[in-house]
């Protein structure tokens, strides 16, 4: 498994990456999709814990 540093410059060069092959439009879209992934999986992930932890 990769250490925190090595995980941020795989993002770091993911990004550098999509941002040399698309579109100031294109990379607007994935960057708002992609925020909204990531507040869902939060979102799920906090109901998880505060809803269905309690049924044990």
Known sequence: MMNSCE???????????????????????????????ADTLFTISAYREACEGTRE
């Not at 990456?17 to 708002?32: F, S, V, Y």
């Open 7 to 37: 995980w941020t410059a795989s993002i770091t060069a993911l990004a550098n990456t999509l941002a040399g092959k698309l579109t100031p439009e294109e990379l607007n879209l994935l960057g708002a999709t992609l925020t909204q992934l």
